[in-house]
């Protein structure tokens, strides 16, 4: 069984940084390659990164280049994302995603989330 697990969201002051992680199990994690997504309040799934299965290439929209960074431990079977110079606008609950490097996967290969809520 595909687990999932992420970790690391919480309230943080615009211009602050956060770390998420998410532990993978129940499938052979470093064949996948792993990515990001995001939902905002009342607004659909919104892509934010996308590392490939040897963590050798990454992808970012525009919306976050420059300000999230996406690694992973194929030895410990996590995948992080690093937020920083968030914005309101980041605010959501973000989750990540087996087996898509850009877009969205379907519900199974998906985590339950982690908040992250940017105010001041």
């Known amino acids: 069984e595909v687990q999932l697990v992420e970790s690391g969201g919480g309230l943080v002051q615009p211009g602050g940084s956060l770390r998420l992680s998410c532990e993978a199990s129940?499938?052979?994690?470093?064949?996948?390659?792993m990515s990001w997504v995001r939902q905002a309040p009342g607004k659909g799934l919104q892509w934010v990164s996308g590392i490939t299965a040897n963590g050798r290439s990454t992808a970012f929209p525009n919306s976050v280049e420059g300000r999230f960074t996406i690694s992973r431990d194929n030895a410990k079977n996590t995948v992080d994302l690093q937020l920083t110079g968030l914005q309101i606008e980041d605010t959501g609950m973000y989750y990540c995603q087996k087996g898509v490097y850009r877009g969205i996967a379907s519900a199974r290969d998906r985590g339950q989330g982690t908040q992250v809520t940017v105010s001041s």
């Open positions: 129940g499938f052979t994690f470093s064949n996948y390659d």
